[in-house]
């Protein structure tokens, strides 16, 4: 079963303080800022952060600057570039792209760790301190746990991989697509989509073609909007 939902876009300027925090995302300029309301109307906080490459929130956030990885306001030396992340809990688990080095945060240290799996990691998953991971081999992708065992194939991945608590989120040509663990899915017209990031529990940050998008991803609610970007 598909079902196609078209984008949707709609904010407000002018931030109430009974407004509910949605996450935190990375504008066009490499800030990070906190994303205030609903997905109809959504403004942005001030810069909490800059330089950021790549970022991941779920109560907490973990950010990866050009050579750190910073949690609380406080700097980690890390390998240089963007990197995946999969928060469990209070702790994290990360890959560096260019380096394809796995690391663990916890207890407020960054750990490397041996990478268990053979190609190019686009995706990581952790539950209770069990990592899995996204392997795209060949122009194919697939799900593997630690030991190497397929767990699942994600047909018709072309860009990034997301692992979700309940689900995958992946690109397929024009559209992103959120399917269940039950096969079912829900797709997303946004044509050029690059980048993913955890907004925020429930809800994932987009880039395509120079514009960001929130999707909501939490099943019954699932949503596609617009988020704004600061006035240059």
């Known amino acids: 079963m598909k079902t196609i939902f078209l984008l949707t876009s709609g904010w407000i300027w002018g931030q109430s303080v009974n407004q509910p925090q949605m996450g935190v995302m990375v504008d066009s300029g490499a800030n990070a ?21 790549s970022s ?23 390998p240089a570039g963007a990197a995946i992340f999969a928060i469990d809990g209070s702790t994290a688990a990360m890959y560096f ?8 945060w916890q207890n407020g240290q960054l750990t490397l760790a041996d990478v268990p799996v053979d190609g190019d990691v686009v995706g990581l998953r952790s539950s209770a301190g069990m990592i899995e991971f996204a392997i795209r081999r060949r122009e194919s992708t697939w799900v593997v746990n630690a030991q190497g065992a397929i767990v699942d194939f994600i047909p018709g991945a072309s860009g990034p991989v997301m692992l979700l608590a309940n689900g995958i989120l ?6 992103v697509v ?7 899915e829900v797709r997303f017209a946004a044509p050029g989509a690059q ?15 120079g514009f960001s998008y929130g ?12 988020l704004p970007e600061p006035a240059p």
């Open 56 to 78: 991941a929130c779920s109560d907490w956030c973990i950010y990866k600057t050009a050579s750190a990885v910073v949690v609380a306001g406080q700097p980690v030396a890390a």
């Open 178 to 184: 959120l399917r269940r663990p039950d096969a079912t």
């Open 97 to 104: 792209i260019a380096v394809k080095q796995l690391a663990l």
């Open 170 to 175: 992946y690109v397929d040509g024009d559209d």
């Open 33 to 53: 800022r906190a994303v205030f309301g609903v997905s109809a109307s959504v403004t942005l906080g001030d810069p909490i952060l800059g330089g950021v490459i």
């Open 195 to 209: 980048w993913f990031s955890a907004l925020g529990a429930n809800y994932v940050q987009i880039r395509a073609n």
């Open 215 to 226: 999707l909501r991803v939490d099943a019954g609610h699932e949503r596609i909007f617009e």
